[in-house]
């Protein structure tokens, strides 16, 4: 059982480097924002409650995020561990992820940060606003984003750095180069639960 989470900064190039990350340690991804935005595409009433928290670039409340969590490891896939994209957020999601894991008698493996310079970002962000067209991805909504991520998630890391559990990786470069440093990360990681 290998249970870890991706952490970053929005464009920190998370959902990327998770697939492959994922990938190395054959685990699947649970991607909260990637389950949001289906569930918008999709009109479901998931969906429709979310879309408007999306759209301003901020949280979904942790009720309505924490049951969709719940329900999504409760899945066969996720029997044998998993990689959490964008979750937990929130200290308060921290500790309902601590309940669902003591649970099902598992604990976290390790929690892997991206570090980003915050004007590598913005522009990172802007450029992919122009590709992909994601709601949240105008300049408005970007700088809220990143103030929404320093606010809440920020001090999540010293909450797992007290639990020695962060591994920080360094997220600047071209996206091969960072998998790369990912890969070694990863490398650790499978030497670790050896
Ligand atoms: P990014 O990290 O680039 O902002 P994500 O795809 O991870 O992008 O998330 C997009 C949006 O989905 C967030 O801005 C937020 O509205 C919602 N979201 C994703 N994960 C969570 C979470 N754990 N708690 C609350 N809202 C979330």
């Known amino acids: ?15 990327t480097q998770a697939k492959v990350l994922a990938d190395r340690l054959g685990l699947p991804t649970i991607s ?7 569930n918008v595409a999709g009109r479901t009433t998931l969906g429709r409650e979310a879309q ?6 901020e949280y979904v409340p942790d009720e309505v995020t924490n049951a969709m969590v ?10 044998s561990g998993f990689l959490l994209d964008g979750y937990p957020r929130t200290l308060d999601q921290v500790a309902v ?9 598992s604990q976290l493996d390790a929690v892997v940060v991206l570090e980003v310079d915050p004007d590598e970002l913005v522009q990172r962000l802007l450029h992919r606003a122009e590709l992909e067209h994601r709601s949240d991805d105008t300049e408005e909504v970007i700088r809220r984003r990143l103030q929404v ?5 920020l ?11 962060v591994i920080p990786a360094e997220g600047a470069g071209e996206v091969p180069e960072v998998t790369q440093r990912i890969l070694q990360v990863a490398e650790a990681l499978l030497h670790r639960n050896r």
Request: glycine share 12%; charged share 30%.
């Open 1 to 15: 059982m290998t249970i870890v989470i991706l952490m970053g900064p929005p464009g920190a190039g998370k959902g």
């Open 149 to 153: 991520y320093a606010e809440q998630t």
């Open 155 to 165: 001090p999540l890391i010293e909450v797992y750095s007290e639990r020695g559990l």
């Open 52 to 57: 408007r928290y999306l759209d301003a670039g």
């Open 97 to 105: 992820l601590d309940g669902l894991l003591a649970e099902q008698d």
């Open 32 to 38: 909260t924002g990637d389950i949001f935005r289906a």
């Open 70 to 79: 719940r329900e999504r490891l409760a899945a066969d896939d996720a029997r």
